[in-house]
């Protein structure tokens, strides 16, 4: 297992190094300019105060952009951070397993001396150790940034909120290996799964001002991420649950598919 593992960080080394570069000046440029609008918050904080419902519930739920707390939300961990880090995760879930059978490499690792299951927890490993690095990254630039501007929240909490993201993409990423472990081909589980993530930031973000999208809501991860509460020290930490059994269960579906599956 450990050689694939190696062997699949070795391939996406390139894009996993632009990958970061590009989440640390995005971070970095999105955080800079705090100093600039600070002195003038209260001014700006009224301006916002009559934007829609529906706005604001898409924006983090809060119109206050401009305290440290409100200004890290919604720059940051509300939409950029899952947003950027999404379409990585979803990508590689597509392709770890998708892009092998599509370009017929697939033969040629399974006829090496090693079980499905261990292909597969290996393309999974690197898959999620990519996803990590990228996000360590992205936090070290939030964090340092921060301190920077100086923004007033803490490391730890800072630290929470892009754990909480962390898992909440990389449930993304399950979603879409299982996706390509079952036999869709990568452009199934490309649309399958980034209508989950998106559409369910849409109507996770709305059912706050539409009633009926409350119950269909909590099937989506994206209601269960919540930063502003994390850094608010109000999370109800029980949401992280609803992560680990999506990444847990689309784990066990992927191995029971994969192991099943006929990819002559």
């Known amino acids: 297992m450990i050689p694939i593992v190696k062997w699949t960080l070795w391939q996406r080394r390139w894009s996993t190094v632009w990958w970061s570069i590009g989440m640390l000046f995005l971070i970095f440029f999105s955080m800079i300019f705090y100093p600039s ?25 809060s119109t206050d952009f401009f305290s440290p707390v409100g200004f890290l939300n919604s720059q940051i961990f509300f939409l950029t951070l899952p ?10 879930g597509c392709n770890l397993i998708g ?27 690197a898959g ?9 990254i992205s936090l070290i630039t939030t964090v340092v940034t ?15 909120a892009t754990l909480a993201c962390f ?24 649309g399958i799964t ?14 706050g001002t539409v009633d009926w999208l409350e119950i269909p809501s909590k099937i989506f991860p994206f209601t269960y991420y919540q930063p502003e509460a994390i850094l608010r020290e109000t ?15 689309c784990g066990l579906i992927s191995w029971l598919s994969f192991r099943h599956r006929d990819i002559t």
Not at 48 to 58: C, R, S
Not at 83 to 92: K, T
Not at 194 to 207: E, Q, V
Not at 237 to 249: D, H, L, P, Q, Y
């Open 83 to 92: 947003l950027i880090l999404s379409v990585l995760a979803i990508g590689m």
């Open 167 to 190: 898992l909440l993409v990389l449930s993304f990423g399950a979603i879409a290996f299982m996706l390509s472990c079952y036999g869709k081909t990568r452009n199934a589980s490309l």
């Open 37 to 61: 609008f600070k002195n003038d918050a209260e001014q700006l904080q009224k301006s916002f105060e009559n934007l829609p419902d529906a706005a604001v519930q898409l924006f983090g739920g």
């Open 99 to 125: 892009k092998e059978v599509q370009n017929l490499t697939i033969e040629s690792l399974l006829a090496r001396p090693i079980s499905r299951s261990k292909l597969l927890l290996g393309k999974a490993t």
């Open 146 to 160: 921060a301190k920077i501007v100086d923004l007033e929240v803490g490391i730890g909490l800072i630290s929470l």
């Open 128 to 136: 999620a150790l990519i996803l990590f690095g990228v996000t360590l």
């Open 235 to 249: 999370f109800n930490w029980a949401n992280i649950m609803f992560f680990i059994s999506v990444i847990i269960g």
């Open 194 to 207: 980034a209508f989950i993530a998106f559409g369910g930031y849409i109507i996770g973000s709305l059912a």
